[in-house]
Nanobody, 119 residues
Framework: QVQLVESGGGLVQAGGSLRPPCAAS????????MGWFRQAPGKEREFVGD???????HYADSVKGRFTISRDNAKNTVYLQMNSLKPEDTAVYYC?????????????WGQGTQVTVSS
């Protein structure tokens, strides 16, 4: 069982930055693929980006060039650096873990952290 806890959301003005962390349990964190997703009011949850165990990253087109995902395996933590935030980035942000035991599917999810960007 993997537990995920996000924090670091908040209210920020357009053009600002946030860097919410996601702390994970588990002794094999370095092997997890860690993903970030978001869900805006009235919309479906969407993929933001992910980082593989190789540190390879992938991003949605809507955030490419503005968001960066990194991981610190010593701290079992993944970070979502969000720069040049826009009002349309307002959403609840979730981290998720895909593990070997879950067949590398996103089986484990955090509770989410609210990010609100004011214009």
């Amino acid at each position: 069982q993997v537990q995920l806890v996000e924090s670091g959301g908040g209210l920020v003005q357009a053009g600002g930055s946030l860097r919410p962390p996601c702390a994970a349990s588990g002794r094999t964190f370095s092997s997890y693929t860690m993903g970030w997703f978001r869900q805006a009011p009235g919309k479906e949850r969407e993929f933001v980006g992910d980082i593989r165990w190789t540190d390879t990253t992938h991003y949605a087109d809507s955030v490419k060039g503005r968001f960066t995902i990194s991981r610190d395996n010593a701290k079992n933590t993944v970070y979502l650096q969000m720069n040049s935030l826009k009002p349309e980035d307002t959403a609840v942000y979730y981290c998720a873990a895909a593990t070997l035991s879950s067949g590398m599917s996103y089986k484990y999810w955090g509770q989410g952290t609210q990010v609100t960007v004011s214009s």
